[in-house]
């Protein structure tokens, strides 16, 4: 568990100095991770496991959008799970359930075995539908088509620049669409 | 969108560099400050008497201990921008203020009293005080709330209460030069009055708009 978070630590300083790839690995790496912990919380509070993705979804947003709040001398998993707690929370809460969330759901040690598979999530593609035309447009060039930056610039005649900033804002509303819902 | 497609679109957003918390939290309250001495300079101004009121230690211990709440405050609020982050170990920075005002009413209770206690508690300016800080407050707390939203606090409404805090220690601050008791006594009552209520009214909206 150590190394593992080490390494954790070692890959977000690499992405804060701007390594995109490093950043990628680690949001990878941390996703089963987190999954298995919203699954563990769900079902702590009797709820069925299939929110569990919006969950996780909910959290690797808040982790990119706030990621500037980690303090790059301290590991990085109590952070992570700190934002995974609230995000668990707050799903609950919306759901008007009483709040058991066991701090050990999402704690810093962890089983090995996680579930890999990928479920969908209904909450970010729906919220996704209600974003202003142009930066729906870039969100699903660059998610949905896999289409670069630059590609997706040449695709809607912008420059990369106004790519960036439409990717960036649409990001930001989507985050502030799903707490407000 | 599957949690896939979301990966590599957070990563493709990686070059996004936002400030840190503590920048737009500068920023936000150096652009809050002129309202706030607005208000001020319009209805308030420096009491006339300044330049021997310097001479009164008391006087100058109301600076002393609206600095030792706003300075701290705004520590501490940057502290607990960090969602892993505790109060414990930190709270008691926010007691310094406390610590300063007990020492100072015990050093005028070993004086000769120039005025009865209940005159001296209650001054001349005890309304005006009351309504003074929290006005004065105000463009400050939206400023210091404002800033506090680049963040991602794990207890919105307790940073609410830290921007509360921030806000009414600088308010209070621009108000200790006008108001004419200087007594410590005065300022444990009306100014802690002032400050209650600004610090709730910080937890309230905190705990709507800190959310993250």
């Not at chain 1, 959290?59 to 992570?80: C, G, N, Q, Y």
């Not at chain 2, 463009?139 to 800033?147: I, R, T, V, Y």
Request: glycine share 6%; proline share 6%; with cysteine.
């Amino acid at each position: 568990m150590r190394g593992r978070e080490d390494e954790w630590t070692g890959l977000m300083r690499s992405a804060m100095a701007g390594d995109d790839a490093a950043y990628h690995r680690l949001l990878k790496a941390v996703t089963p991770v987190l999954r298995a912990a919203a699954r563990r919380g769900l079902a702590r509070a009797g709820q069925p496991p299939d929110q569990a993705e919006d969950i996780v979804q909910e959290i690797l947003l808040a982790v990119h959008l706030k990621r500037h709040t980690w303090d790059s001398e301290a590991p990085f998993a109590p952070w992570l799970f700190a934002i995974g707690r609230n995000k668990l929370i707050d799903m609950l809460r919306r759901r008007g359930r009483r709040i058991f969330v066991n701090i050990d759901d999402f704690a810093e040690t962890l089983p090995g075995e996680v579930p890999q598979e990928t479920v969908s999530a209904g909450e970010v593609a729906s919220q996704l539908n209600t974003l202003p035309q142009r930066q729906r447009d870039v969100l699903q060039s660059i998610a949905v088509d896999s289409t670069s930056i630059k590609d997706t610039a040449a695709k809607y005649a912008m420059s990369e620049g106004a790519v960036r900033v439409a990717l960036h804002r649409g990001l930001a509303a989507l985050t502030a669409k799903l707490r407000d819902q | 969108m599957d949690t896939d497609q979301l990966i590599r679109t957070l990563a493709a957003d990686n070059a996004h560099r936002p400030p840190r918390v503590g920048a737009v939290l500068t920023m936000a309250l150096l652009v809050a400050a002129p309202l706030s001495i607005l208000i001020f300079a319009t209805f308030l101004g420096v009491r006339h008497d300044v330049m021997s009121a310097m001479h009164n230690p008391f006087f100058d211990m109301k600076f002393a201990v609206t600095l030792s709440l706003a300075i701290p405050a705004i520590i501490v609020s940057l502290h607990l921008s960090r969602p892993e982050a505790l109060l414990r170990g930190w709270g008691w920075l926010l007691l310094l203020p406390v610590g300063l005002l007990a020492v100072a009413i015990g050093s005028e209770a070993m004086m000769a009293p120039a005025m009865p206690m209940t005159m001296r508690l209650m001054g001349k300016n005890s309304r005006v005080c009351l309504f003074a800080i929290p006005a004065m407050s105000l463009p400050l707390l939206a400023g210091a709330l404002f800033g506090l939203r680049h963040g991602a606090p794990s207890h919105p409404a307790l940073a609410g209460a830290l921007a509360g805090l921030v806000s009414a220690g600088l308010a209070a601050t621009l108000y200790a030069s006008h108001c004419t008791d200087d007594s410590p006594l005065f300022v444990a009552t009306w100014y802690t009055l002032a400050t209650a209520l600004v610090t709730a009214i910080g937890a309230l909206v905190g705990a709507k708009v800190l959310r993250y």
